[in-house]
Structures are given as structure tokens and as C-alpha cells.
T-cell receptor, first 115, second 114 residues
């Protein structure tokens, strides 16, 4: 069973639009962490945020915001006023207590922001 | 400045011919990881080193080996590459091995098998 699901394979928006990337996860652990990574065309994955399972407070960082809802097992990522430089593949990932070193990635969402 | 450096960025190898990919880090991190990422798929962990301690994932094929001669360097050896091994190989590091640990990734080596 897939533990991290990113149902949106590809999203295309016009610059300045807001866009939300969905992430749904599955775990039996009560202690876990969720992450978002960005993979630009250059290839390296860039860490964006982590959130632990006990902290459901939403977070905002500039144009980025994250909405964590345990009730729906979701950790969604919103980019406000998107820019061309936001074009990348975005991965949601999970770590669990029994294999704490291992990032379990979703399949990624490719975001294309058109000028 | 790049902190996790992978060489080469692109590698072409012949079917069955051993190939080595390299990764170096300037972060002095304890943990180094190798991920395989096939086209349009999620990165998949192959193995990792915690200091000198090698940890293989259960489903990593025997064809893949790794060496870590010192803290800074880690190598991925593919003994007999097949067409199915064509992928992006990502090296990553982290300070420690923990549930909340941020990983730092290199730019990857794209391997083509001909």
C-alpha cells in the first residue's frame, strides 16, 4: 500500500495564480514527520519544510503555506502568486519511527508555471 | 557553494560494464544515502552509511554495492548494469539518522545504459 500519495501528476498554472499541491499519507505510527522537497530542473532535491505529527499548526513562509490535517491524513502545500521559478517537481515525504532514517516519498507533482 | 557534489552529472555505460558513481560532501555529516529515481517516479532508497556502518535496503539488488572510504566520499558501484538500471542516482547526507532529520541532496547522476 502506498504510504504517501500525490494524486496530481502534473499541474499547469499561469503566473500569479495560487496553486495547491495535495499530499495524503498513511501510517500506523503516532509519531511521524512529514516533509516537502522541491526538485528543480537542475536535479537536486531542496528541503522546504518538515512537520511532526503532534504539531497541526499551519505554517506560512513567504508565498508558501502548508496545511496539516491529521483528521484527513493530509499535508497540503499552497503557493500563492506563483512565479515561473516555482516550476519544479514537488515531493511530499514521510518518516516513521520504525525506519526513522528513511524518507518515504510520494510520486511527485510536476508544477509548470507559465508566464 | 555546493555541499553535496556528485560526479559525473551524466554517465553513459554499456550493458554489463561495471560503472562507479561518486559523491562527496563538505558538510561533515555522519550519514550518506544513495537513492535511485527512475523517470517520473519517487526516489527510492538503495542503502545508506551511518559513519562506517553500511545499511542495505531489503529490496536493493545485489548488483548494487557501495563504498565509503572516509567521511567525505561515498561511491555507488553497479557491477553489471542492465537497461532497467537507467535512472537518476541521488546522493544525500544528513547530520544524524533520525525521524526529523533534514537530508541534503546532490544534483544527481543520470545514468544511461546502452
Amino acid at each position: 500500500a502506498q504510504k504517501v500519495t500525490q494524486a496530481q501528476t502534473e499541474i499547469s498554472v499561469v503566473e500569479k495564480e495560487d496553486v495547491t499541491l495535495d499530499c495524503v499519507y498513511e501510517t500506523r505510527d503516532t509519531t511521524y514527520y512529514l516533509f516537502w522537497y522541491k526538485q528543480p530542473p537542475s536535479g537536486e532535491l531542496v528541503f522546504l519544510i518538515r512537520r511532526n505529527s503532534f504539531d497541526e499548526q499551519n505554517e506560512i513562509s513567504g508565498r508558501y503555506s502548508w496545511n496539516f490535517q491529521k483528521s484527513t491524513s493530509s499535508f497540503n502545500f499552497t503557493i500563492t502568486a506563483s512565479q515561473v521559478v516555482d516550476s519544479a517537481v514537488y515531493f511530499c515525504a514521510l518518516t516513521e519511527m520504525d525506519s526513522s532514517y528513511k524518507l518515504i516519498f510520494g510520486s511527485g507533482t510536476r508544477l509548470l508555471v507559465r508566464p | 557553494d555546493a555541499m553535496v557534489i556528485q560526479n559525473p552529472r551524466y554517465q553513459v555505460t554499456q550493458f554489463g560494464k561495471p560503472v562507479t558513481l561518486s559523491c562527496s560532501q563538505t558538510l561533515n555529516h555522519n550519514v550518506m544515502y544513495w537513492y535511485q529515481q527512475k523517470s517520473s517516479q519517487a526516489p527510492k532508497l538503495l542503502f545508506h552509511y551511518y559513519d562506517k556502518d553500511f545499511n542495505n535496503e531489503a529490496d536493493t539488488p545485489d548488483n548494487f554495492q557501495s563504498r565509503r572510504p572516509n567521511t567525505s566520499f561515498c561511491f555507488l558501484d553497479i557491477r553489471s548494469p542492465g537497461l532497467g538500471d537507467a535512472a537518476m542516482y541521488l546522493c544525500a547526507t544528513s547530520v544524524e539518522r533520525g525521524i526529523d532529520t533534514e537530508a541534503f541532496f546532490g544534483q544527481g547522476t543520470r545514468l544511461t545504459v546502452v
